[in-house]
């Protein structure tokens, strides 16, 4: 055998998908450096907020770009909680398809 898997042809010509963007949201240094070194090993691409007021800010700029956003609860500024709960106000209002919080 060549070593090409016929069903899918050769794996050097196949395009690499796009990295997906999370909307990282934590306050603390060594948490978010954690995170996204293992979200970036993964493949995926980050932007981190460091609390609720800018995540929410971006999410509402870049809703579209987000597949998740990953966020802390406890946070100066604005909370995780009070945060989620703008997000989907914004997404209601706006008639936006809802991007998955954890």
């Known amino acids: 055998s060549s070593g090409i898997n016929a069903e899918y042809g050769d794996p050097s010509k196949q395009k690499r998908k796009a990295p997906q963007l999370i909307l990282l949201v934590e306050d603390n240094p060594v948490n978010a450096k954690i995170a996204t070194?293992?979200?970036?090993r993964h493949h995926f691409e980050v932007d981190l907020s460091v609390n609720g007021q800018l995540a929410l800010e971006r999410a509402k700029a870049n809703h579209d770009e987000y597949m998740l956003i990953l966020m802390d609860?406890?946070?100066?500024?604005?909370?995780?909680?009070t945060c989620a709960k703008y997000i989907r106000t914004f997404e209601e209002e706006h008639k936006l398809e809802q991007i998955p919080i954890i």
């Open 73 to 81: 609860i406890h946070m100066p500024v604005m909370d995780g909680l």
């Open 37 to 40: 070194a293992v979200l970036r």
